[in-house]
Structure formats: structure tokens, C-alpha cells
């Protein structure tokens, strides 16, 4: 019995309830350090616990009739769709709440996905030459960041946060790859929506195994899912990630300004420009001697410092609140992207991405025609001051007139 003891012992992991940490599961430990009180290696190494489960953000009730069976959730939904559910239902100490809408929609999806990838794989219409263009890249580069962040959720049981990565956001990157190539009237590289297929199943199958199989049989490997590694992934390329953050942010900022134009525009410019005004450049500088190398962080104490610099530094109130409201934007930049956020030149040609997204943005914005226009080479006063204040480095702007 000793040597069974010792074989089982410690308990890694213990999955409880949050209405037993009070009580049992603080006992288990008072318990665990009295009698073995010289063997801390033989105390339970970890627990996790959740909250009660809700059903449609109701609490489970006879009297409402809204208490769900196993066998009936499973019979309805299946079991794939009631363990998505399940996983979307919510993490850590909050109460989980089971979404009939969710699972209902799980279905959809999965079937919708498995028939994408099957009918899309096997179309004789997929590029398979060697050479990758701009959102090729982008998408391997988001494969390669998605599968970091969906690995490390699951390790810490984050498994709401999981799916988001290794579901939502992998079909969110493969729509903007597809819209992309379709209107720019390339096809997609059947090498990067294999990889990106065979790591959507093997990210889902902890939560969608039935699924995965099919799938994992469907895209002609052997074995099992189950059983495959989990997809290989290289570091993130941030400077990538910027450049494909500025085109989709000002597709976003284009729809905006489009949906404000004027009535009887005739010409519509892209703006650009690759410098900052001189109290931006003076921010920057100051937020680059702030910058914690050792931390990749800027200190805590930012805001605090950034308020003295600037009553030092910014005689102009109107001034100081620019100032204020620009450091605090970079801030979550340098958070996103790191210290390259803080260059005083943009590190990337957005000229170049721009061109490169041509048929891209008219189809999204369903404009004929737009030239891009850099602030850098205006040398007489033909762009209005309005419009000018509105473009930064990164930061471009739909000018319809």
C-alpha cells in the first residue's frame, strides 16, 4: 500500500469547485502539510477551480425547467458542439455560462469549416509555386503567433482564451487571407491553407476530437490527431505583424471616413506621410529614454512621468492634452509591437503596402479609382490643413473630395 501511495502521490492537479475553497479544498491542504509535514513534495502541487454553471446566463432550475442533461445536450448538439460550448462557456472563478446559441452555432461552423478545407484543398486553383507574396506572409505569420497563444492557454487551462486563438482568430486571419486574395485576383498558396487546416485541427481536437479525426483523415494524414504533435510554430515576425495591423486598421478607418464623405465626391486620395510633426519626434525621444530594455516595458509609473515631462516640456494646455492623448496611444503600440513602435521613421514602406493592396482596397471600399498621395513630397499647399493633421506615420487617411 506504501508503494502505491508513493506511485499516485503528489496530486498535480485537483479540478474543484470555487464554494469548496473556503472549506474542503483549504482543509486538503492544512491536512496534506500536518502529516507529511517534513515531505512538502507530497502536498497537492496545484488546484483549479471554476465557478457554478449557468444555463443562457440563468441559473440551472427545476422549477424553470432549464437544467441540461448529458445525454440530452449530447443527443441534441453533439458532442463535439456541447464540448465547444463548454470551453466558451468561460475560465477561472466566474460563473461558466453554457450558450445553446453557442453550440448551435458550433455546428454550423464545424461542418461549414470541414467542407471549406475539403473542397478547398482539393480545387485545382490554389497556387503551389514556391515564391510567397505579402499576405502569404501574413497569414504564416499569424499561424505562427496564433499556435503560441492557443499552446499557452491550454497549459494554463484557459480554454475560452484557447479556442479564441486556435478557432476564432485562425478563421478571422484565414477570411482576411481569402477576401485579400480574391480581390486582388490571386489565388491562395495551397502549401500555407494546408498548414493553416492541419493547425486548426490539431489546435481544436483537445475540444472538437471527433472533428479533428474526420478532418485529420480528410486532409490525408495517418494516424491520428490525437496522437500528432502540436503544430510547429517560429516566433512571431512583429514587424510584419505592424504592417498588417497598418492595412487592416485603415481599411477600418477608410470605411469610416467613406461612410462621412460628401456627396458628389469625385477624387478619392490615400494620404500618407513618413515623418512626425517635431512635438511628436520630442515625445517619442522622451518615451525612448523611458523604455525599460531589460523589461521590453515601458515603467508603470508612465503616465505619472508623462505628465511631469510634459508640464516641464508643453507650454500650451491645448498642447500638453495632444501630447497626453499621442504618448498614451504609443503606449499600447509598444505593448502590441515592442520598442519598434517608438521609431522616430516608420520601419516599414506603407507606399508599398498600399500598392501592393490596390484591387484589394477598391473592392473593399468599392471605389473606381484613388492615387496615394505622401505628405513628404507636397511641396505646395494643395493638401488642406484638415486633412493633414489627420495623417502620421501609420496612419493613413482616405481624403474624398
Not at 474526420?214 to 490525437?226: D, N, P, R
Request: hydrophobic share 40%; glycine share 4%.
Amino acid at each position: 500500500m506504501r508503494d502505491e501511495f508513493r506511485y499516485w502521490y503528489p496530486m498535480n492537479l485537483r479540478v474543484s469547485a470555487k464554494d469548496l475553497i473556503p472549506n474542503h479544498l483549504t482543509m486538503a491542504l492544512f491536512n496534506h502539510a500536518a502529516i507529511w509535514e517534513d515531505e512538502p513534495a507530497l502536498w497537492p502541487k496545484s488546484y483549479y477551480c471554476n465557478g457554478h454553471v449557468l444555463v443562457d446566463a440563468e441559473k440551472m432550475s427545476k422549477s424553470k425547467g432549464n437544467f441540461l442533461m448529458m445525454n440530452d445536450t449530447v443527443s441534441n448538439y453533439s458532442a463535439d458542439a456541447t464540448r465547444f460550448a463548454c470551453a466558451d462557456a468561460g475560465d477561472s472563478l466566474d460563473d461558466a455560462n453554457f450558450s445553446r446559441e453557442t453550440a448551435d452555432s458550433a455546428i454550423v461552423s464545424l461542418v461549414n469549416e470541414d467542407t471549406w478545407m475539403t473542397d478547398t484543398l482539393a480545387s485545382p486553383d490554389l497556387r503551389t509555386d514556391g515564391e510567397m507574396n505579402f499576405m502569404d506572409k501574413v497569414l504564416v505569420n499569424d499561424i505562427n503567433r496564433l499556435v503560441k497563444a492557443c499552446s499557452k492557454s491550454f497549459a494554463t487551462m484557459q480554454f475560452r482564451e484557447g479556442i479564441q486563438h486556435g478557432w476564432f482568430e485562425m478563421m478571422l486571419a484565414r477570411n482576411d487571407y481569402r477576401s485579400w486574395c480574391k480581390d486582388s485576383g490571386i489565388a491562395m498558396h495551397k502549401d500555407i491553407v494546408q498548414r493553416w487546416a492541419e493547425s486548426v485541427v490539431i489546435m481544436i481536437c483537445p475540444v472538437c476530437p471527433h472533428w479533428s479525426e474526420s478532418m485529420w483523415k480528410k486532409l490525408g494524414k495517418e494516424g491520428l490527431a490525437v496522437h500528432a504533435p502540436w503544430p510547429k510554430s517560429e516566433e512571431e515576425d512583429k514587424m510584419l505583424s505592424r504592417q498588417s495591423k497598418f492595412l487592416s486598421d485603415s481599411l477600418k478607418r477608410f470605411r469610416g471616413q467613406a461612410g462621412k464623405a460628401k456627396k458628389g465626391w469625385s477624387t478619392a486620395s490615400i494620404v500618407i506621410s513618413d515623418s512626425y510633426p517635431e512635438w511628436k519626434v520630442n515625445t517619442l525621444k522622451w518615451m525612448q529614454e523611458q523604455y525599460d530594455e531589460a523589461t521590453g516595458t515601458l515603467p508603470t509609473t508612465f503616465m505619472k512621468e508623462l505628465k511631469g515631462w510634459t508640464g516641464k516640456n508643453v507650454s500650451d494646455k491645448k498642447m500638453i492634452k495632444f501630447t497626453m492623448q499621442f504618448a498614451s496611444f504609443m503606449k499600447n503600440e509598444v505593448a502590441d509591437v515592442g520598442k519598434v513602435a517608438l521609431d522616430i521613421n516608420l520601419p516599414f514602406d506603407q507606399n508599398a503596402i498600399l500598392q501592393g493592396s490596390i484591387a484589394y482596397i477598391k473592392s473593399q471600399l468599392n471605389l473606381k479609382e484613388f492615387d496615394i498621395i505622401k505628405l513628404d513630397d507636397v511641396k505646395d499647399n494643395s493638401v488642406p490643413d484638415r486633412v493633414i493633421e489627420q495623417v502620421t506615420p501609420g496612419k493613413a487617411y482616405l481624403w474624398m473630395r
